[in-house]
C-alpha cells in the first residue's frame, strides 16, 4: 500500500465484510469510496436476466468507489471476493484528506488515468476480440513466473474467467479442454498453470 493510499485509509471508518458481501451496488447514490486493507473485490455490471461483466478485480492496497464525490448514482457494482477489511471514505473525510495532503492530487488522477486506459482496453477486447481471444488475453495478463512456472495466482473458476471475458461457462469450458489437450496449460485445484505459448486461434 501506498503512502497515499495509507494516509487516505487512516480517514475512513474499518469495515469488514464476508465474502460475497455487494459493498456497492450500481445506480444507488454515492457518498463515499472503500480503501482495501485486506482481501479483494471485483467490480461489475449485471443486467436483471443475470448476466454480469467483470470490469476490474482489485486487491489490498487499492480502493473502489472513487467516483463517488461528482454527485452521480453508482455506474457499477462491487462485491467481496473474499472476506475483506475496507476503509469506508466519506466525501467530507476525503475533502478533508485532500486539504492535509494536497501532494496527494497528483497520485490520485495518475490512478484514474490508469483505470481509465484499463477500461478503454476492456472496451477494446469486449468489441474487437473474440471469445477465444479474450480468454487467452486474460490469462496472459494475469500471468506472473513463480518457481519457473507461469501462474495464475489468482484463484478463478470457469464461471469467473466466463464474467471477466462476457461469455458462456460452457464455452469457456470447451476452450479450456482444447488448450488442455494441446498442452498449453494446466488446471490444479483453482489454479491455472500456462506451459506454452497460446495458439492464437482457436
Sequence with gaps: MTG???????HGIVRHYPKNAIIITEGDPSDSLYV???GSV?????????KEVVLDVHRAGSYVGEMAFDDQPRSASVMTLEPCTLSMV????????LKQKPEAVEQLIRNLIHR???ATETVRSLALLDVYGRDARLLLDLAEEKDGRLTIAEPLTQQDIAHR???SREMISRIFKHLIAGGYLTVEGHRIFLKRTLPKRW
Design 4 to 10: 497515499v493510499v495509507q494516509a487516505l485509509a487512516a
Design 36 to 38: 482495501i486493507l485486506t
Design 42 to 50: 471485483k467490480v461489475y455490471l449485471s443486467e436483471d436476466e443475470g
Design 90 to 97: 466519506t466525501q467530507s473525510r476525503f475533502r478533508e484528506f
Design 116 to 118: 481509465a486506459r484499463t
Design 165 to 167: 471475458v462476457s461469455c
